[in-house]
């Protein structure tokens, strides 16, 4: 996330939740955005997650399908390769 809005403008105060398990014990925002906790999935009842972590994405998409089952889940790396693809067309 960080190139994404350092480089590329995204501004994260679009984003309904700012899901992050781990950096949520050590800091309570990032980029101006509380974090928040898997466990705030099922009450935000999102249309849709995207996966940052390549690392870890397994482990997110269980995760994300289990507290928010109707979201469509997106990964990143995905739709960095479409992206790619599209402009080279």
Not at 15 to 23: E, F, Q
Request: no cysteine; net charge positive; aromatic share 6%.
């Amino acid at each position: 996330m960080h190139s994404l809005v350092i480089h590329g403008g995204f501004d994260p105060r679009l984003l309904a939740l700012l899901v992050d398990m781990h950096l949520k014990a050590h800091v309570p925002s990032r980029y101006g955005v509380r974090l928040s906790g898997p466990e705030d999935l099922r009450a935000a009842d999102p249309g849709a997650i995207v996966v940052m972590s390549r690392a870890f994405a397994g482990e997110i998409a269980k995760i994300a399908a289990m507290e928010a089952p109707r979201a469509e889940l997106l990964f990143y790396s995905d739709l960095m390769s479409r992206a790619r693809r599209a402009r080279a067309a």
